[in-house]
Nanobody, 120 residues
Framework: QVHVRESGGGLVQAGGSLRLSCVAS?????MGWFRQASGKEREFLAG????????SYADSVKGRFTISRDNAKNSVSLQMDSAQPDDTAAYSC????????????????WGQGTQVTVSS
């Protein structure tokens, strides 16, 4: 059983920064960050390959969010800068055996999510 767990959510003011972390048990996977705002579909934000050598970003967060990983700690982080009220959502981390891109159906294991609220 693979466990994925996110942490670091909370309340941040518009223009501020927040860092989310995710830990996945077991082997080293390709990892992705997603979010789902109230009443909207879940969307891909960023992904990173198992080696850390490849990253991908959604256009909506490119230049503001940065994904990174520390394989020694089996952890992946999402640095959120210049936060905007539209970034308010439940943020989830997921592990994939095959991809770090936006294809949600290719992610095998999902965390429960952590809430991020950006106040204006």
């Amino acid at each position: 059983q693979v466990h994925v767990r996110e942490s670091g959510g909370g309340l941040v003011q518009a223009g501020g920064s927040l860092r989310l972390s995710c830990v996945a048990s077991g082997r080293t996977y390709h990892m992705g960050w997603f979010r789902q705002a109230s009443g909207k579909e879940r969307e891909f934000l960023a992904g990173i390959s198992a080696s850390g050598g490849q990253t991908s970003y959604a256009d909506s967060v490119k230049g503001r969010f940065t994904i990174s990983r520390d394989n020694a700690k089996n952890s992946v982080s999402l640095q959120m800068d210049s936060a905007q009220p539209d970034d308010t959502a439940a943020y989830s981390c997921a592990a994939s055996k095959v991809t770090c891109k936006r294809y949600q159906h290719l992610y095998d294991y999902w965390g429960q999510g952590t809430q991020v609220t950006v106040s204006s």
